[in-house]
């Protein structure tokens, strides 16, 4: 425990009772020192409207000048409170014929610690009455030269203790609203930096799945075809095993990428293995060799579009396909692949069995191709076709400003 860090009550309490005792040491030392300074015999000042009394300070002027100061002790607690009475001591004894003492220091404080706790009309408001109030008690205007420069002298002093509290405030407002600024921003950040991670996490769980679950599926299934022709047709077990040897190498080369993008530190990495509609006949043989014919449909005009939209179309397909080989039970489908306007159009549909009741929730593969779509700003369908069958259609927006690949 760090016992040399100073008590925050203890500096406040110091603050609230040490600074009306600094203030009131001047007065009290004054009405001890000025009678002892004089060579004469004691001067009369006037009372109200005429009486008279010597200038030596007695028990009760000490006591007098010490009630003056001591409400500044509570002066942040009840300002405009504290500012009223001490003006009001502070008046009445410069009007009663007292020895001369700084006793308009504690009015001064007090206007300045209203200026540094209320807003600026309170502030001016309470500069007005106290400046009128205390001229009414301490001068006697046209009595002589002087009382103009006094009139001054009042004006000013309470101005500039209004004024430097209502710097102080205005400071300290501006200091909060830059930490409160700093403090959103870094809340901000935290926010940005949570929201990134978790689109991250979500990309790299689709990237995976997309990989994995096609590349495992045809495996599984060509392995079972070799299983089954292995003694009765080898040529078949041959083929379903390079199928097998081929399948397994490119998902391999397929996950180095995406390691490698995963790894990298550069910001133009881009954000996908590779993945392009130029492999679609790649993943349709594989397909095929699984037992189901696939009819591919690409269009001709597809040599520009953006290398998202291009990505993102071959894993939707692949993810399409590979549900066809894995759950349709269909002997053929079609992958229809063009481009109408500004839209990349993808349709791929099969004569399975299509969804029934037990198959019909929303699975990883479907929830996958949607979030993909609805991250391009695209529209998609899935769902069972009338007589039998599954579609799943997409359409990808194309007007990204996005970089356009080498055809």
Known sequence: MDTTAPNPRLREALIDYGIPLLLAMPA???????PRLMTGPPVPRPIGAGGSQGVYATGATYLFVAAIF????????????????????????????NPPAPTQLAPL???????????????????????GFTMAMVLRP????????????????FGVAAAV??????????????????????RTREDEARRRVEEERLRIARELH???????SIIALQAGAAEKAVRRDPDSAIAALHTIRVTSKDSLEEL????????????????SPAGRLERLPELVAAVEQAGVHVTLDIGHDLGDIPAYADVSAYRIVQEAITNVARHAQASSARVVVSRAGEELVLEISDDGRGATAETAVEGHGIAGMRERVAALGGTFEAGPVRGGGFRVAARLPLARGAQRRDG
């Open 109 to 131: 404080l007090a206007l300045y610690v209203v200026g540094t706790l209320r807003d600026r009309r309170t502030v001016l408001t309470c500069y007005a009455l106290v400046t």
């Open 210 to 216: 997309d990989v994995t679950a096609h590349s495992l």
């Open 70 to 97: 001591l409400p500044l002790v509570v002066r942040r607690r009840y300002p405009l409170s504290v500012l009223g009475v001490t003006t009001a001591l502070s008046g009445l004894f410069a009007f009663l014929p």
């Open 142 to 157: 046209f009595t002589g030269i002087s009382w103009v420069a006094d009139a001054v002298s009042v004006a000013t002093s």
């Open 256 to 271: 180095r990428a995406m390691l490698g993008v995963l790894r990298s530190a550069e910001e133009d990495a881009p954000l």
């Open 165 to 186: 509290g209502d710097a102080t405030r205005s400071r300290r407002a501006y200091i909060a609203a830059i930490e409160q600024r700093a403090i959103d921003a870094e």
């Open 28 to 34: 009290l030392l004054m009405l001890w020192v000025t």
